[in-house]
């Protein structure tokens, strides 16, 4: 596993989302309402937007175009449009920062 270095801690407030470049890959990061940091692709495989303009709720985020709802720990799609689950990837908090693997899909 290769982690690499993408954000402050701080960056990502409980129940926000950002968008992050990872070696050219778009990737959402987002901080469920436990706290926890997820890592997930951050286009929509429904309609292809950024998930990371979407609403956090508990451990879901919401495609802010059409309404499809992702687990953050799965990537699966909680509610239509959406079918297809979105990539989630290796990611962990270390001294202030946010260490994303973009090569290891964790579903």
Not at 8 to 17: C, F, I, L, M, N
């Amino acid at each position: 596993m290769s982690m690499i270095d993408v954000a402050a801690t701080a960056d990502v407030a409980a129940g926000e989302a950002v968008r992050v470049d990872v070696v050219g890959r778009e990737i959402c990061l987002a901080r469920d309402s436990a706290g926890v940091i997820h890592a997930i692709d951050d286009l929509c495989t429904h309609g292809e937007v950024s998930l990371a303009e979407g609403d956090v709720e508990g451990c879901a985020i919401e495609c802010w175009l059409h309404g499809s709802q992702f687990d953050l720990n799965t990537g699966a799609p909680l509610s239509p449009p959406a079918f297809e689950p979105v990539a989630v990837y290796a990611c962990e908090e270390v001294a202030g920062r946010i260490l994303i693997d973009p090569n290891t899909t964790v579903n």
